[in-house]
């Protein structure tokens, strides 16, 4: 559980760290980004996951959404981890953007062949929020989760499997529904089988349907110029499984955003500021 | 003069664009970026230009550097070209980080190697403003400059050598003093030869001393952090330069900042505040 440290770099007046470890879940090396914030450096402060989407590394969200600043303001570290196991030596782990490397979707596969490694729900539910507790300043009662894409699903079905585990959570274009969209079905087949039972269990708009943890309000923000809406991304079938459940739900479509950075960075400060609410991080806006 | 849209994508209200044209100073193909803030679909807009540093493309800047907020919210538009000519065939143009391509320099070789090329400083001063006056809605006579580095120099020496043709100038770690640093002394030496006197013509801190134009406040950020302060940047000799004239000037030494984005993106809304003052466009603060 030993951690290396790979870069610290000051931004913000707090520092924008890299990590890497052996982890236990998923058998080999991982990095991940941590955004200390300078309140970190006298008392204990809320925690914010960040899951990125398909093909990213823990750099892409560090380097191009900008959320160090509202961060830094609002006293939240931040985490991004990277999005897949790494170099496993599986066959035909490299062969797809959507599948494999960087592509880990936030389950933990069932398949033999990829059982052992990719079990990145476990390792975001679990691991990482153990490492993180242990090696930094936080509260551990207060984290929240968010994310884009494919890791918006990610923060849609870790929220919703594990009631009262984090406080709030928010996505950009998230795939909100994989079992009818063409990424998920392709990942779940691969990672978990053909059994379609096994698949709502990493479905969001499945599981809302039987949600019955404390509801805070559930924040999406899709761009109507994104090439992946509405076919893998299907919010508006989440958004009626919540509404049917009385989940409170708030769906922002955006005209003409993509599905980018340049998207993601345009809402990153309603963003952290939606889940420094449910933090008790905003002080000056409570 | 025709410009070809490579991209344009939504981002902070606005759009966040880059463009290709044939340069004629160049004599090859080069790319900028445009930031057009929403306040340029009902009027015309002053116009901030950025100059990377070593090794930059277009993409640094508007990929890190979070400037499009601020561009957004007080309706700059900004202008980032590249940081040299690209794939001119000349024999050796890509052996260093630190000449050739990616490292212009923002001068204009007399070297006959170069000469043709590497005209980075007419491209800037002439050509680009000349193409972004007749293509975009913005005001002429409203133009400031900023930059990172070699781009720090680049836009010192931009303002020093064109009194009033730009209304404010600042700079992130720049190159302060070229001909008593090994980066500056390589470059001038492989582009301008050995004549000395004719380096002085592209040090900011030997143009200061004869310097007789308008005097606004000259902001410089400088982190203490930086591996290439003091050697390479100097921004000390600068700073005497500018006093012993009366030229205003204020050096910033930010602790624990290095040379990366994560330094530039942090006081970014400062610079873009700074400029918007002797641009006029901070009706918010006037």
Request: glycine share 8%.
């Amino acid at each position: 559980m030993a951690l290396e440290q790979v870069s610290s770099t000051k931004t913000f007046g707090g520092f924008q760290k890299v990590f890497k470890h052996k982890s236990s879940e998923l058998q080999c090396d991982m990095n991940f980004a941590v955004y200390v914030p300078p309140q970190a450096e006298k008392g204990k402060v809320p925690v914010l996951y960040w899951l990125s989407g398909l093909t990213c590394t823990e750099q892409n969200f560090i380097t191009k959404a900008g959320a160090q600043r509202t961060a830094s303001e609002l006293g939240v570290l931040l985490v991004a981890p990277d999005t897949s196991p790494r170099a496993c030596g599986i066959e035909g782990e490299d062969d797809s953007y959507d599948f494999g490397t960087g592509a880990g979707f936030y389950i933990d596969a069932t398949e033999d062949k990829w059982k052992t490694n990719y079990r990145m729900y476990s390792y975001i539910t679990k691991e990482l929020p153990s490492l993180i507790q242990s090696n930094f300043p936080i509260l551990p009662d207060k984290q929240s989760v968010f994310g884009h894409s494919m890791g918006g699903h990610g923060a849609l079905i870790c929220f919703l499997k594990n009631p009262g585990f984090y406080k709030s959570v928010s996505a950009f274009a998230p795939i909100c529904n994989p079992m009818q969209g063409q990424w998920g079905q392709k990942a779940f087949t691969g990672y978990i089988g053909s059994n379609k039972e096994a698949w709502k269990e990493y479905d969001a708009t499945e599981l809302v349907k039987k949600y019955q943890g404390p509801p805070p309000d559930i924040l999406i923000d899709q761009g109507l110029g994104d090439e992946f809406y509405p076919s893998q991304l299907l919010p508006e079938n989440f958004v009626e499984a919540c509404r049917s459940q009385k989940v409170p739900v708030t769906l922002r479509l955006q005209e003409g955003y993509n599905h980018s950075y340049y998207f993601i960075a345009s809402f990153m400060e309603d963003h952290i500021r939606h889940h420094a609410r449910y933090l008790n991080a905003l002080k000056q806006q409570d």
